[in-house]
């Protein structure tokens, strides 16, 4: 979890405000890559954040609820 939620605020208020005036000396299709961050790119990585996280819990699910199934916990 703490990994993700460092990627947010790198990408979020880091890239995004904190040092959005030093990323604007450089140009992503035709615009100052600080603003692009700030519409574009976020949203882009915290769609991907959410596919992690996903992915990360399905799996943590899954492991767990073999062991439950394993102890003879589960009943399904």
């Known amino acids: 979890m703490l990994p993700l939620l ?3 605020f790198l990408v979020g208020p880091g890239l995004s405000i904190l040092w959005v005036e030093p990323l604007n000396r450089f140009q992503l ?10 519409q574009q790119g976020s949203i882009l990585v915290f769609v991907g ?3 992690t996280y996903a992915l990360i819990m399905n799996r943590l699910d899954r492991r767990y609820h ?3 199934l394993d102890r003879g916990g589960g009943s399904s």
């Not at 299709?29 to 700030?38: D, N, Q, T």
């Open 49 to 51: 954040l959410i596919g």
């Open 66 to 68: 073999r062991e439950t």
């Open 29 to 38: 299709g035709g615009f100052p890559l600080g603003f692009w961050f700030a």
């Open 6 to 8: 460092l990627v947010w």
